[in-house]
């Protein structure tokens, strides 16, 4: 479906506008919105000056209940994932995906997207969707925007297509501008800006200066909070829907820097973030060499990744497989393996450490 390396997502569109944005290069969707505006069909549209105006014509046109009739499911190129600035941002209100990789570039975290800034306005945005003075702010804001943006108010809109047609007549006789309100969307309603920092005795750093332990001590703390958090929210019964969006949360081998007993309370940690009912939901996914995140009682969940062999003509990629068996081993790394699985790990974990010692497969386990 649709080219490789794209993105694609069914979208109710004016088969015509489907076959515009379909064509490449923004002039030639320039030209053939220009020729789609002489067809009677389509006569109500704007003039553009460049492909941004004609997209959001076209755009604009089909939003128009009026037109609800004329619109099909079809494939749209669309780059939902990430920021706003770098795709369509689709699904930022409703998802935010969370990297938190092993070896930490400090650049992320100067900037808005990085693991652990998500990861405190998720918090932030949870704790302040049930404060009563804020949901019934946005209530009143919502109908107070509603009643002044209500067409029957603007008037003055009329006045100047008035004004317009009685120039217009004198020199396109017959001629006449029509000017009509859109719906308003009221707008939605961001975080203030806040700095992050962390301190250390006396001295208060911005987050990237600080080194990659200090960084995964604070991840540990926001994902600790988050799960207590989520709990209170749903013993207390607040009926206030939540406003912070899901998570994906991807981690890069969670055991770094981290004393065993540590990685058991983190692994158990992930586990219950994962399973939880109550929003905002979160999905865990993470590489690790640890026994301490692969546990046999959760052995449905391991995904082995593997390159897949490829000619030059085909696109590199992997393959990911579930893991169906544990196979019969044995040896010195085996035994030795064993060994500390039982003594650390318990025996539950034994056989999938096994596993990941002799296989040396790189395994990727969501916690639920």
Known sequence: MGQPGKYYGVVPQIPEFAAVRALSGAQKQLDQYRALREDENFSALPTARSQSDAAKAMDAFEQDPANADRLQNLERPEQFFGHAH??????????????????????????????????VDNLVTTALASRADIVGFR????????????????????????????????YAPGVALSLNWQEAVPPTFGLPAFHTRLGDDAYDTPIALQGHGMQRALVLSLLQLMASQRGDIAASGDDHPVAAPDLIIAIEEPELYLHPAQCRYLAALLAELATGEDPPHIQVMYATHSPYFVRIDRFEQIRAIRRRAHSDEDVPCCEVG???????????????????CREEAGAPAEAACIYAARRRAQLRMPAA
Do not use: C
Not at 94 to 116: C, N, Y
């Open 86 to 119: 770098a795709g369509a941002g689709r699904l930022d209100n409703f998802t935010s995906f969370v990297l938190v990789p092993a070896v930490h570039e400090a650049a992320d975290e100067t900037s808005k997207r990085g693991a652990i800034q998500v990861l």
């Open 322 to 340: 579930s893991l169906t068996r544990i196979p019969q081993l044995s040896g010195p790394i085996v035994h030795e393996t064993l060994r500390f």
């Open 139 to 170: 209530a009143e804001f919502e109908e107070r925007f509603k009643q002044v943006y209500a067409p029957e108010n603007l008037t003055e809109i009329d006045r100047v297509a008035t004004a317009v047609n009685d120039l217009l007549g004198n």
